[in-house]
């Protein structure tokens, strides 16, 4: 159970990396990504998970 | 004439001694070595604090020029004129811009500017995204240039949706200028504007985002003046949606302590890819602009001289310097040299007293005149106050309003492109200018071709050099004097 971030559609503004409160969202390169063995959906912190909800970008946070 | 610093220091890069060279040679009128300097009628210390600021004084921002630094791209809300994933680097408006920056980067940057540019009086972040919500970086970048360079003023830009949070921080960091955008006190109005905002770990969208949001923007606005930091409220003019509602948006801040009220006219293109651009909401007309800023006057003083600036533009307001200072042209290592700043800041400080006596002996002859004339003067300016560049070089007009009663600064047209090409004028380039100058009298300018002139008089406009290099207001109310004067009278006493 995880997110992923559509690489193509990111902007890189980075706000869904201080928003999660696993601290699974890292930058890579030059784009963001996911941990997945970190990334719990924001279940058991939050109704949803923060980097949909913050993510200015519709379908960019999307399911792994 | 006038006497006259030279411009070169006033607009390019230039040696601390080819600023005390033009210190020195310029000449000082009698009647400018006896005032005070503060041409203005509010409180001194008031004036002192936006003095050197470009965006809250008309005044100095003939003068001084700020910096944007990219380093805080996260956001709290959408607007329906913002589009995240649009960047052109020609592309001139509010929250473009082409490279994001680390603190460390825009530390670099900064001191380099500051080196290069000694009209730099400003460090603003503002967008894109949302300075207060990605506060963090905000806050690491301020607290290192503000070390190196401790008179710098930091100016933050922010929707509001943060701004309480953290209104103690800034004023410990004595930010002293906060602009807040509101584009509306009423929430139904906002549900057209804004799509949704993310507040305390959740999306909201529809009336209930717009009612949070508001409520944020005039508490964040309550409190910064209660500390007395200085507020702008920077409203987007959308036709249709926020035009007939501007005009209760500048009483409501007003009532809350706002200093300055800055209405801006949207920026729609389908190209950017935003929602207003992809369904078609236009921006609003010249006169459509001046209407809704006359529908607010008696409220909170406008701000007529906004350029819409980039996110990461530097220079003086009409000029973006920008591309001079990208982070590939940033030296790894900077060492900060306060002289070009200060020698210039004495320069400026000369040239202002000059300029204030000028704008009172043109007040006097506009008086003597006793005419019911009232025109629209643009003027071709390269900054420093005067009329200093060639018509077929000015890539955009300051329009002025003449009258007997005086000279009143109205706003700048931007020219889509300059007339001239390198040595030689476009006629279709020419058109696009006369739009530019719809309802314009007359062009005065450092020089114009009898081309360019000649079409200028054929469409009901006067232009001319004969006030090359004055100050302004000299300018206008010399032209307007030998137009509307009543013959001239025993000038031997």
Known sequence: MALKIVASQCTV??????????????????????????????????DAPQCVAVCPVPNTCIAA | MASFVSLDSLSEPTSAAAMREALSSSG?????????????????????????????????HHYF?????????????????????????????????SEKLTPDQAFRKVVTVANEVPQLSVLGIAGPGDALFDWRKSKAAFELVAREIPDIKLCISTNGL???????????????????????????????????IFYDHKRYTGLVASQI????????LEMLAERGILVKVNSVLIPGINDQHLSEVNAAVKARGAFLHNIMPLISDPAHGTHFGLTGQRGPSHSELMAVQEACSGGVNLMRHCRQCRADAVGLLGEDRGQEFTLDQIPEQVAYDPSVRSTYREVVARERQDHVAAKQEATVTLDETDS??????????????????????????????????????????????????????????????????????????????????????????????????????????????????????????
């Open chain 1, 13 to 46: 503004c980075g706000a869904c990396e201080f928003e999660c409160p696993n601290a699974a969202i890292k930058m890579k390169r030059d784009v963001y990504v996911i941990d997945p063995a970190k990334c719990t959906e924001c279940e058991g912190h939050f």
């Open chain 2, 28 to 60: 000082c009128k009698s009647s400018a070595c006896g005032s005070s300097g503060n041409a203005t009628d509010m409180p001194a210390e008031l004036w002192n604090r936006i003095k050197d600021h470009p965006c809250y004084s008309e005044e100095a």
């Open chain 2, 65 to 97: 020029a700020r910096m944007h630094v990219a380093v805080a791209p996260a956001c709290n809300i959408q607007c329906n004129y913002c589009n995240r994933k649009y960047d052109c680097a020609n592309e001139s408006r509010p929250g473009v811009v």
């Open chain 2, 162 to 196: 943060a701004l309480p949070d953290h209104v103690d921080e800034l004023a410990d960091m004595n930010v002293d200028h906060v602009t807040i955008t509101i584009n509306m006190v009423d929430p139904l109005i906002g549900t057209k504007i804004y799509p949704w």
């Open chain 2, 213 to 220: 949001l508001h409520e944020r923007q005039m508490l964040g």
């Open chain 2, 372 to 493: 019911d004339a009232r025109i629209l003067v643009a003027i071709a300016t390269r900054g420093g106050g005067r009329v200093n560049q060639h018509f077929g070089h000015a890539k955009e007009f300051q329009v002025y309003e003449a009258s007997a009663a005086g000279v009143r600064f109205i706003g700048h047209r931007k020219v889509d492109d300059a007339y001239c090409q390198g040595g030689f004028g476009e006629d279709a380039t020419l058109d696009s200018v006369l739009h530019t100058l719809d309802g314009v009298d007359t062009v005065l300018c450092a020089k114009i071709g009898d081309c360019p002139q000649e079409q200028l008089e054929a469409a009901g406009i006067a232009a001319t050099d004969a006030f090359a290099f004055e100050y302004i207001e000299t300018a206008i109310s010399a032209y307007y004097a030998t137009r509307y004067g009543r013959p001239v009278q025993a000038q031997v006493a």
